[in-house]
């Protein structure tokens, strides 16, 4: 998944399928540690 770092974290966030995990988070070097410790906290990389 490709999420700008301003998206992080955001709600609502609409999607149209959930992704089974495991999947990749790739986002700028702007993304709050927090909010990616979230993802990763879920299973995903």
Do not use: I, Y
């Amino acid at each position: 998944m490709l999420a700008d770092s301003f998206k992080l974290g955001l709600r609502p966030f609409h999607a149209w399928e959930r992704l089974a995990l495991p999947w990749t988070l790739v986002t700028d070097d702007g993304a709050d540690p927090n909010q990616v410790q979230k993802f990763r906290d879920e299973g995903c990389r």
